[in-house]
């Protein structure tokens, strides 16, 4: 017998513990340290027994420091493990490509140049093919030899899918119809339209970005917090409280 689904109105969290959903950061720094000093806050002024930070994926491209934000979560979850991280698509992208670089793959299309750029790299090339390929073997190597090795292995460490009450949390979404402990790695960082669309009830509120919406969505089965904070400078996270949620925006200027 399948799951009964849960409608996020009637979902709680765990018992005495605060959770802080956090959307996709794409290099802003910036927001993502202002957002934690905000928690920090929260939790100095209106302490609970426990709580968990959760960053829902894509810490890297396109913003101007994704150096400076792996630093960053690296030293958060050294100072206390209830920072956690998941994968998403340009965090396994850009590890993808310091694998095997491809001029046509995610990193190199979607802000990869960014990316290593903050690692003082350029990957930029004459309009030629040849020289693209050239710039962008030079261009590997030297990002290979700039990156501290936690670097990679905190990347590599990033697990898929986390799981605190009635809510279940991924970067992209799940596929409907397939159990929560079930879901292909894939689908959990990649997913959208039959997510999207799916109308009906999951066995969990799925708490997810991937895709990038104007203000936190807040539908009956899933949370969309991914509001494109490398462009809108913009930052969105939900709260979870128990019986009660909210959504908490970090908002700056262009970084």
Known sequence: ????????????????VRLYAIGDVHGRLDLLAAMHQRIES???????????????????DRGPDSKGVIDFLIAARERDPRHLMLAGNHDIGFLDFL??????????????????????????????????????????????????????????????????????????????GIPLDKQNPQDLIWIRDVFHDHTGLFPKIVVHGHTPVPEAEVMANRVNVDTLA??????????????DKRILEMAMKGA
């Not at 990957?123 to 710039?135: C, P, Q, R, V």
Request: proline share 7%; with cysteine; hydrophobic share 40%.
């Open 42 to 60: 929260e939790l100095e002024w209106k302490p609970v027994r426990d709580w968990r930070v959760i960053h829902l994926g894509d810490y890297v």
């Open 230 to 243: 490398w462009q809108s400078g913009m930052l969105t996270a939900l709260v979870v409280d128990g019986a």
């Open 1 to 16: 017998m399948a799951e009964p689904g849960i409608h996020f109105l009637d979902a709680h969290g765990p018992e005495g």
């Open 99 to 176: 694998r095997t670089p491809e001029p046509e793959g995610l990193f190199m299309r979607y802000g990869g140049v960014q990316t290593a750029l903050s690692y003082g790299v350029s990957l930029t090339a004459d309009a030629s093919w040849f020289g693209k390929m050239e710039t962008m073997r030079r261009g590997h190597q030297a990002l290979l030899e700039a990156m501290p090795p936690g670097h990679v292995d905190f990347l590599r460490s990033l697990p898929f899918s986390l799981t605190f009450g009635d809510f279940f949390f991924c970067h992209a979404g799940i596929r409907p």
